[in-house]
């Protein structure tokens, strides 16, 4: 049986026991995508640099670090192993206070639509991760929704509290993709948890990459294409 995730593909292979926990609790590949739907929400509209930034920086402190700091203190299988608790809570409200500090910015400034968009992420963010109401949120949809159509929503509202047709059409592609990632991404960790052989769960592994990488990657040249 898997007893943690210190094996885990976008977990370093060298370093310290805890810096690889730190850099591998982050799920940057993961936690990149999410900023990618992001960018792309602000390139579905006329952006500004400074904006795009922001959401960037914003998305990274909530999700890259708060929900998954929240995700391992919420798990009963402790996917870490022990990581003190009170670590954890600090992280995960340290990184919230200086999300919720560049949402409430923006949203006082010019785009108030980001106090709707966030109270919905605030929700998922504790709802999904803790698995509270007996888990009842901890599922595919709210997934899909949280960590792939509202940062694209969001990237968008940022930059002019407004939504075109291409954010719509971003949201739904990227809510597509967060499907794709997350209904492949349990099959592999409960192959993983089986401690099934490498191959058996090797092409779900390259899945995640692949996926991952063109997110990413494609959204650095549509990035590059709107402002070179």
Known sequence: MQRDRLTEWFVPKFGSRNFRLSIGILFLPYTGMIMSFSILGSLSVEFSLVRLVSICVLYFFAIGISAHCLDALGSKKKPWGEISK?????????????????????????????????????????????????????????????????????????????????????????????YILIITSRKYKELRKQNANYQTYRKKEILLKITSSVVIFGTIFLFALRYI
């Open 86 to 178: 009170s670590k954890l809570w600090l992280a995960s409200i340290i990184s919230l206070i200086i999300a919720f500090s560049i949402g409430l910015y923006y949203a006082f400034l010019d785009s108030w639509l980001l106090f709707p968009i966030g109270i919905i992420e605030g929700f998922f963010l504790f709802a999904y991760n803790l698995e509270l109401f007996h888990g009842k949120f901890h599922n595919n949809i709210s997934f899909v929704i949280s960590w792939g159509v509202l940062p694209v929503l969001a990237g968008s509202v940022i930059q002019s509290n407004a939504m075109s047709v291409e954010t719509i059409l971003f949201s739904i592609l990227a809510g597509i993709v967060s």
